[in-house]
T-cell receptor, first 114, second 111 residues
Framework: DTAVSQTPKYLVTQMGNDKSIKCEQN?????MYWYKQDSKKFLKIMFS???????INETVPNRFSPKSPDKAHLNLHINSLELGDSAVYFC?????????????FGPGTRLTVL | GESVGLHLPTLSVQEGDNSIINCAYS??????FIWYKQESGKGPQFIID?????DKRQGQRVTVLLNKTVKHLSLQIAATQPGDSAVYFC??????????FGAGTILRVKS
């Protein structure tokens, strides 16, 4: 009965590869997010989707492509992985966009690019 | 632990004492603020929030204070316990539910 879940929890891959991270929420929320947390614990928003529509795109390289097949899922595909992509990626969800709602975070996916 | 090598502000308190974690935010137009707790290997966990029309809000063992004049937020934890050890983040809502997080503070509780 996990509220926001992500797979995989750990991902180790070589530079240049393409990988995907999946996120699902069972809270009935309309809005989902991807955040990146670097090695200094700095947490920064990357994308936000509201009911399958992109609403926030924070100057992320276009190698990163989020996809939302339905409002309960938001996946992150990364092409041509680089060393600097190594980080922990968190998915989050909130009730709706455009309102000050609490965001609930998933457990994170630790991506290591070798 | 995971905090080794991190150059975040660190607050060390004795078990049972009160803790105060401070945060400065940037946007005077921000209308919503949240405190999150992040334990090692886990995602940020909601603790307490406050809207800009309030200056104080209390939860169970936690209190958030908001000073809009100086753009300052604080989190007070009463009777700090070992399980409170974590990294604490403040976040401000910049509009449209875009959260901007502070740098984080490590709380260490000594038994």
């Amino acid at each position: 009965d996990t509220a926001v879940s992500q797979t995989p929890k750990y991902l180790v891959t070589q530079m240049g590869n393409d990988k995907s991270i999946k996120c699902e929420q069972n809270l009935g929320h309309d809005t989902m997010y991807w955040y990146k947390q670097d090695s200094k614990k700095f947490l920064k928003i990357m994308f936000s989707y509201n009911n399958k529509e992109l609403i926030i795109n924070e100057t992320v390289p276009n190698r990163f492509s989020p996809k939302s097949p339905d409002k309960a899922h938001l996946n992150l595909h990364i092409n041509s992985l680089e060393l600097g992509d190594s980080a922990v990626y968190f998915c989050a969800s909130s009730l709706q966009a455009g309102a000050a709602d609490t965001q609930y975070f998933g457990p994170g996916t630790r991506l290591t690019v070798l | 632990g995971e905090s080794v090598g991190l150059h975040l502000p660190t607050l060390s308190v004795q078990e049972g004492d009160n803790s105060i974690i401070n945060c400065a935010y940037s946007n005077s137009a921000s209308d919503y603020f949240i405190w999150y707790k992040q334990e090692s290997g886990k995602g940020p966990q909601f603790i307490i929030d406050i809207r800009s029309n309030m200056d104080k809000r209390q939860g169970q063992r936690v209190t958030v204070l908001l000073n809009k004049t100086v753009k300052h937020l604080s989190l007070q934890i009463a009777a700090t316990q070992p399980g409170d050890s974590a990294v604490y983040f403040c976040a401000e809502n910049m509009g449209g539910n875009k959260l901007v997080f502070g740098a984080g503070t490590i709380l260490r509780v000594k038994s």
